[in-house]
C-alpha cells in the first residue's frame, strides 16, 4: 500500500490544487515570493480526493487523539474539512476565525465550546504557522484543552517547526513539501534541475528571489 503522504500529493498534483513554477514564482499575501503555490480547498470538488483526506484524518485522530471531545476547523479553508471529519466521528464542530466579530457578540470561537473540552484542530495547509496556532489560543482562551492538529499539508518551514514545538503542540500532517517535490519529479511534473531551486526555497522563503 502506498504511503499516504504519497497519495495525498499525488491526489493534489493531480487536481493542480498545488502549482509549481519555478520559472514564473508566485507572490503571497506575506509578499514572499514563491515558487509554489497550494490551495486546498480545491480538493472539497473532488469527492474521491474529498473523503481520502478527511478519511485520513479520521484515522489520525483514532490513532493519536481518540478521547477528544470536539473538533475545531480554522477558517476559511479548514472548516468543510473539519465538518466532514467531524460528521465521520460523530463529534461536535466548532470553527475558529482570525480574530473575534467587530459585531454581534464578538466571537471568535464559533459553536459550542465547554470549559475543558478536548479539542482536535483541523487546518489545510501549515506556512509560518503563526495562523494556525493563533486559532489554537484562541480555543484554549475559550476553555479548550488543545490536544493536537492534524494538518493537510505543510511546507515543512523551520521556523514553522519551531513556532510548533515552542507552543508545545503536537502537528501531524498528511503530506508536506519534500513529499510533494519527490512524487513531481516522478511524475514528470518538474525536472532534476527544479529540485535545487525547490529545496533552496523551502531553508529561506522571506528572502527567495529578492
Request: glycine share 8%.
Amino acid at each position: 500500500m502506498e504511503r499516504i503522504e504519497k497519495r495525498i500529493a499525488k491526489g493534489l498534483l493531480d487536481i493542480q490544487a498545488v502549482k509549481l513554477n519555478p520559472e514564473n514564482p508566485f507572490t503571497w499575501a506575506s509578499g514572499w515570493h514563491s515558487p509554489i503555490y497550494c490551495d486546498n480547498r480545491k480538493g472539497l470538488s473532488y469527492p474521491e480526493l474529498r473523503a481520502q483526506i478527511s478519511d485520513a484524518m479520521v484515522e489520525k485522530i483514532k490513532e493519536h487523539y481518540a478521547d477528544c471531545d470536539v473538533i475545531a476547523g480554522v477558517a476559511t479553508g479548514a472548516i468543510a474539512y473539519g465538518v466532514l471529519v467531524a460528521e465521520k466521528l460523530g463529534k461536535p464542530f466548532v470553527y475558529v476565525r482570525p480574530k473575534p466579530k467587530d459585531h454581534g457578540m464578538g466571537n471568535q470561537v464559533e459553536g459550542v465550546l465547554k470549559e475543558g473540552d478536548k479539542v482536535v484542530v483541523i487546518e489545510d495547509l501549515i506556512s509560518t504557522g503563526m495562523s494556525s496556532l493563533g486559532a489554537v489560543s484562541a480555543l484554549t482562551k475559550a476553555g479548550a484543552h488543545v490536544l493536537g492538529m492534524i494538518a493537510i499539508f505543510s511546507y515543512n518551514f523551520p521556523q514553522s517547526r519551531r513556532a510548533f514545538e515552542n507552543a508545545n503542540i503536537e502537528l501531524y500532517t498528511l503530506s508536506d513539501y519534500d513529499t510533494l517535490i519527490d512524487v513531481a519529479l516522478e511524475t514528470n511534473y518538474i525536472n532534476e534541475k527544479d529540485i535545487e531551486l525547490l529545496r533552496t526555497w523551502r531553508y529561506s522563503p522571506e528572502t527567495w528571489g529578492k
